[in-house]
């Protein structure tokens, strides 16, 4: 059951991150292309694991860990445009439920790709528990006539949940490391994709002169902007560990846990921070919040202890 606490802190470092996020994007760096072109930068960092039984793999399983870290790097622009103007509690679990629930779908279409799935009642019923508690976070009800799953939000949970398949998939030849290390590679080269667009190599030529310029300034920002990164990376290894351990649609299904941390956090900030944060919970607010936590817990305790791991999907 070592796949529950490793994604349990991952999203913990995840929820951290998400905040850091949401400051830089409010004002520090402008645009999310921009922040996504440094993230791929960081990804590099994923070398480091080389020397701890990286392998050369066949160019079928090396395209599929490229292609996923593609897709993640795509994925987190979208999710970095719709936090910009949007509250971070509630963008960061919409994103992680439309990943979750595409990445079920996913299964049952390509069931010769992901694996069989070997479902009982209690384990459907723990899944269901989760992905329902991480709507309930995400919508606020009564859901207003004409509201709509943002479509940034959309383009970024169905990225990333093609970018986690294509990750599983490619473990089924790989060891975890090899597969780390191309999809981060992936990533950087994601990342050097976004100059070929006009928009975005412009906006990114520009921030990097505004970092020039503003030398006293940007030293702050990219201290937390470095901070922040190791964190991501942290967080993304120990969800990529996770995914190799477990079952995909179950590691996923969690990251309803992060709006938890994400709450605690989030709440006394946007006392301090009101104009970039942007809390305001009310007494409904409370209670609905109140029963997904209790909702995700429950989904989190039958997941446990009804032998989850012993299937892959």
């Not at 960092?45 to 599929?64: D, E, H, R, Y």
């Not at 790709?113 to 070997?118: A, K, Q, S």
């Not at 290390?181 to 906006?203: C, I, N, T």
Request: aromatic share 16%; charged share 10%.
């Amino acid at each position: 059951m070592l796949w529950i606490p490793v994604a349990l802190a991952g999203y913990f470092l995840n929820a951290v991150t998400a905040l850091f996020d949401k400051y830089l994007l409010a004002g520090r760096i402008k645009a999310p292309a921009v922040y996504a072109f440094f993230v791929s930068l960081f990804s590099l960092f994923g070398l480091v694991f080389i020397p701890f039984g990286f392998q050369f793999l066949s160019w079928q399983t090396t395209g599929l860990f490229l292609l996923s870290g593609t897709f993640f790097l795509y994925g987190l622009v979208a999710f970095y445009a719709a936090m910009k103007h949007n509250e971070v509690s509630r963008i960061a679990p919409l994103v992680g439920t439309t990943l979750s629930v595409a990445a079920l779908l996913f299964g049952y279409v390509l069931p010769d790709v992901l694996g069989e799935f070997t479902f009982t009642l209690e384990r459907f019923f723990a899944l269901t528990l989760l992905i329902g508690g991480g709507l309930l976070i995400s919508f606020d009800l009564p859901i207003r006539r004409g509201e709509r799953l943002p479509k940034l939000v959309l383009i970024a949970g169905v990225s990333l949940a093609i970018s986690i398949v294509l990750l599983k998939y490619g473990y089924r030849d790989a060891n975890f490391v090899s597969g780390l290390v191309w999809s981060r590679l992936g990533m950087f080269g994601a990342g050097l994709s976004l100059l070929l667009y006009p928009v975005f190599r412009r906006e990114i030529l520009l921030e990097c002169a505004h970092f020039s310029l503003r030398r006293r300034s940007s030293v702050g920002t990219g201290a937390i902007f470095v901070l922040n990164k190791t964190l991501a990376g942290i967080a993304s290894f120990l969800l990529t560990y996770a995914t190799f351990l477990g079952p995909v649609s179950f590691v996923q299904a969690l990251s309803g846990m992060q709006y938890v941390f994400l709450l605690a956090m989030a709440i006394p900030l946007s006392v301090r921070y009101q104009n970039i944060f942007g809390e305001r919970l009310y007494f409904w607010d409370w209670f609905q919040k109140g029963c997904a936590i209790i909702i995700i817990g429950l989904g989190l305790w039958i997941a446990s202890s009804s032998g989850v791991t012993l299937f892959t999907l």
